[in-house]
């Protein structure tokens, strides 16, 4: 059974930096997509950043030079570094895998940005 387990979310202030992390098991993230979602309430879940098996990253234009997502094959951890955070990125992030045209999710991580 794939599992993916985020940890890092929190409480942050306008400006600030948070460092998400998803621990993956039984699939191994440097030979499948990886990505970030996030979501709020009463919105549809939207794609924040995606790493592809050769390394290759994207993401939405909102975040592109705030966000930076990574990943550790040894540790086969997949990262997502935010800084300069705003407060319209308060939400859930949940991780995201793909492998043999399935989906997998995570539980999700609670960042919320505020004064």
């Known amino acids: 059974q794939v599992q993916l387990v985020e940890s890092g979310g929190g409480f942050v202030q306008p400006g600030g930096s948070l460092r998400l992390s998803c621990a993956a098991s039984?699939?191994?993230?440097?030979?499948?997509?990886m990505a970030w979602y996030r979501q709020t309430p009463g919105k549809q879940r939207e794609l924040v950043a995606t790493?592809?098996?050769?390394?290759?990253?994207s993401y939405r234009d909102s975040v592109k030079g705030r966000f930076t997502i990574s990943r550790d094959g040894a540790k086969n951890t997949v990262y997502l570094q935010m800084s300069s955070l705003k407060p319209e990125d308060t939400a859930i992030y949940f991780c995201?895998?793909?492998?043999?045209?399935?989906?997998?999710w995570g539980r999700g991580t609670q960042v919320t940005v505020s004064s």
């Open positions: 790493i592809r098996s050769g390394g290759s990253t």
């Open positions: 995201y895998a793909r492998r043999w045209a399935q989906d997998y």
């Open positions: 039984r699939i191994d993230v440097t030979v499948n997509t």
